[in-house]
């Protein structure tokens, strides 16, 4: 084909023209490259670059391959790329003129547009993807602000929090993976077109103008940057992966506490399987699955950084192996996080398992220690100290919270070394009650309803404002 036929003898083999190919991926940028296209040839012919009657035979091509789609390309060995291939399209229209198209713009410079094009475009779904998830859960919480649950250190039982507590936890993390696309967003959408393949060009080009065109916030100021830079693509797909390590986090949670041994929620039919031959069986695969395909992301990013870190400048056709890594980080993590979403906000809590869970196993200990501290002035080494006995001494002996007395304590205190205390049983009760102890944690960021609903309050405004911003 006649871009080979100038300075190379021979056809690629198929196999090696194969190999080669992006075709497979480009599909994805087509319309993008349209979009690169006009916008360039439109600036050719303000600048008088071309002529105007040529531009618009080249623009009115693109125009009608626009509404064609992409099957109206011929997408075979004959042609590397998207971009050949549209070249060839608009050539068999226009004729031999339509090469104008391609002057000061190399394939280099195209790719790297239409790769910013789609992606920002990509970041902006995801985005709002997670406004929704977030929005979700908090509809979700309010119904929790009191149903009392346990929460955990070294997946050991540690304090009294509620369910709504824990679930503004993974609203939090989200809403970081939200800020840290929307500051990507920033250096991806920047203009690398004419940065031709590597140095711009003699031609007069207008910069400006094609990144008015095209919507993007500003142009790369080096043209070897332009061409090369990708680390807007790692960038991303770290983004991507912190996103789906907190729906991992999400899932695993779900998936312990699905299990008979917790008993703390059930995950609706719709997101389970059954076992083939265990007839009482329901399976998390969906949990099981999204926790799984958060790692295929994670490894997108590693495969990326590892082609990036060996490329000298510029452009190498190694760059083009990045591509499907970033698709594919894209659709799984846009896929994983609707599923997730859907799932989560389908679960139903098991309130008197939580409750129950809440009570047990000392889990109320710190307060009798605050406590001890509080109305007694003793350091709360002292007090930590007492209660650390008292929990061990009680376990010996089969006690519960509900045996947890004055005089119980002053015992321990005594075979300690210390004074008696002498607190007030309605206090130790008051303590050792897991409702109790949640509703006194009113310190900004604690487990009470009252501040959770702060935080929920908080958490509305800012997705009022990001609605706005994106016009939903
Ligand atoms: N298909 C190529 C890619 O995705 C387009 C750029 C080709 N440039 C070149 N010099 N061969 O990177």
């Not at 050991?156 to 609203?171: C, D, R």
């Not at 009570?359 to 710190?366: E, I, L, M, R, S």
């Amino acid at each position: 084909m006649a871009i080979r036929d100038g300075r190379l003898k021979t056809e690629m083999t198929d196999e090696a023209a194969d190999y080669n190919s992006s075709l497979e991926f480009d599909k994805i940028i087509f319309e993008a490259d349209i979009k690169t296209n006009f916008a360039h040839t439109s600036m050719l012919k303000n600048e008088n670059i071309i002529d105007s009657e040529t531009a618009d035979k080249i623009l009115e091509a693109l125009d009608k391959l626009k509404e064609e789609g992409i099957d109206a390309l011929v997408l075979d060995n004959s042609v590397e790329d998207v971009h050949m291939a549209i070249e060839k399209y608009v050539i068999d229209i226009v004729g031999p003129e339509a090469g104008f198209m391609h002057t000061a713009k190399s394939r280099n410079d195209q790719v790297a547009t239409d790769l910013r094009l789609v992606l920002r475009e990509r970041i902006r779904n995801i985005q709002i993807g997670i406004l929704n998830f977030i929005e979700g859960i908090v509809e979700f919480a309010k119904d929790h602000l009191e149903t009392v649950f346990i929460g955990y250190t070294h997946l050991q039982h540690a304090q009294p929090i509620t369910v709504a507590h824990h679930l503004m936890a993974h609203v939090q993390s989200l809403k970081r993976d939200y800020e840290r696309l929307d500051d990507t967003y920033k250096r991806v959408n920047l203009n690398p077109l004419g940065s031709a393949a590597m140095t711009t060009t003699s031609f007069p080009i207008n910069r400006e103008l094609t990144t008015k065109l095209l919507g993007f916030d500003g142009y790369l100021e080096n043209s070897m940057d332009g061409v090369s830079a990708r680390d807007f693509i790692a960038e991303t797909v770290f983004d991507l992966s912190c996103l789906c390590t907190t729906l991992s986090k999400i899932c695993e949670e779900l998936i312990l506490w699905s299990t008979y041994e917790f008993g703390i929620v059930e995950i609706s039919d719709e997101y389970s399987s059954t076992s083939s031959i265990m007839p009482q069986k329901k399976n998390p695969d969906i949990a099981e699955l999204a926790r799984g395909k958060s790692a295929t992301v994670t490894g997108e990013l590693i495969t990326i950084l590892t082609i990036l870190k060996a490329i000298p400048y510029t452009y190498n056709k190694d760059l083009q192996e990045i591509t499907p890594h970033l698709w594919n980080a894209c659709d799984v993590a846009e896929s994983t996080l609707s599923i997730v979403t859907k799932m989560l906000l389908s679960v139903e809590f098991n309130e008197d398992r939580c409750l129950e869970l809440a009570g047990k196993n000392f889990a109320t200990a710190t307060d009798l220690a605050d406590i001890m501290v509080r109305e007694k002035g003793i350091p709360f080494r002292t007090a930590h100290q007492i209660v650390g006995r008292i929990v061990n001494e009680a376990s010996e002996q089969d006690l519960s919270e509900e045996d947890i007395t004055s005089s119980y304590i002053d015992n321990i205190a005594m075979d300690l070394g210390f004074d008696k205390l002498e607190l007030d049983d309605e206090l130790v009760k008051k303590a050792l009650n897991p409702l109790e102890n949640v509703k006194m944690r009113k310190i900004p960021g604690g487990p009470s309803p009252e501040m959770v609903k702060l935080a929920m309050d908080n958490i509305c405004i800012f997705l009022d404002e990001e609605y706005e911003k994106r016009g939903i």
